[in-house]
């Protein structure tokens, strides 16, 4: 069940937090470049700026999800979500191109590192505020099974390991006097960045295409079903088959057959599929059942190819 920090921090407002997060980290990175004329710093502001885009584009598409069905959209805006993942990983990929770019032509020019100390601080410091950020938004994204949350979370996460690269490099670079080990570090961050932004434009594709729900997922509905299940010696008075399921930002859904005697009046038939469908979205939150009633020696044929001719 939801706590009442959960219903408190809501995506939208997680997402607004991120915002403000963000500006605050950009200004802060912006300094540590400015004074050290750091590369692996600068990488570090690119990457922050990707965040406040992300952000703001998170929490366009998280108020859309949020909107009632309606005519148009009978079910629901729950995949705007999807969309909001997918910019995330399109932008971060544009940002680790950009900071290879800016590293390499370092790589051939390497020039010296100012102010180390207040560089490291000013970088630091703003690691700490997304690290925070993060740790909250993790959470309230598996409370909310908000897709759009968990890739602003790993996005602030990658940049909290980012930081950290980028200060033991620096660090390095000062004691040991080796330039080019600053545009080195950068281009291992974009590196790393890089995989993080292809990671969730598949994550965001495969929502979009209707996949299937998580196995322990899937398991539970299982569970309740063979709590329904039932037989009398050989034969099967109650069965289920043709068991689909997906997902669709904080929604779940699952459709489904469910046998039973053709002998059975409709009112006790259809009794009996309010309380299955009752009990599977109690056990799995946010879920919607969908049960169609067959008599017991019918069967319902899918895919079948002649049905596309």
């Not at 690269?165 to 080195?184: K, M, R």
């Not at 398991?219 to 063979?226: H, P, S, V």
């Amino acid at each position: 069940m939801p706590t009442s920090a959960t219903r408190f921090l809501t995506p939208q407002r997680l997402l607004m937090a991120s915002v403000v997060v963000a500006l605050i980290t950009i200004t802060l990175k912006t300094l540590a470049w400015y004074v050290t004329d750091s590369v692996g710093l600068l990488s570090d502001a690119m990457e922050s700026l990707v965040n406040l885009a992300s952000a703001i584009f998170g929490l366009v598409m998280v108020t859309i999800a949020a909107r009632p069905a309606d005519d148009d959209h009978p079910y629901g805006h729950h995949k705007a979500e999807y969309f909001s993942s997918g910019f995330e990983g399109i932008l971060i990929i544009v940002a680790a191109l950009g900071i290879v770019w800016t590293a390499v032509h370092r790589l051939l020019d390497p020039q010296p590192i100012e102010q180390v100390g207040w560089g490291l601080a000013l970088s630091v410091a703003s690691s700490a505020l997304n690290g925070l950020l993060a740790w909250v938004m993790f959470r309230a994204a598996k409370e909310h099974r908000s897709i759009a949350l968990e890739a602003d979370a790993k996005h602030l996460t990658t940049d909290v390991w980012t930081s950290a690269g980028v200060v033991i490099g620096i660090a390095l670079v000062h004691y040991t006097g080796w330039l080019w080990l600053d545009p080195v570090v950068a281009i291992g961050v974009a590196l790393n960045i890089l995989k993080e932004g292809f990671h969730l434009i598949w994550r965001s594709s495969q929502g979009l295409m209707d996949e299937a729900l998580e196995p322990e997922v899937m398991a539970t509905i299982q569970q309740t079903l063979d709590g329904f299940a039932s037989q009398r010696g050989e034969v099967a008075i109650i069965r289920f088959d043709h068991v689909s399921t997906r997902k669709a930002g904080q929604r779940r859904f699952v459709d489904l057959h469910m046998h039973m005697p053709a002998s059975w009046t409709l009112g006790r038939a259809a009794a009996v599929r309010v309380s299955v469908e009752q009990a599977l979205m109690s056990a799995v939150p946010g879920l919607r059942a969908s049960i169609q009633l067959l008599p017991s020696d019918v069967e319902a044929h899918f895919f079948d190819e002649a049905d596309l001719k």
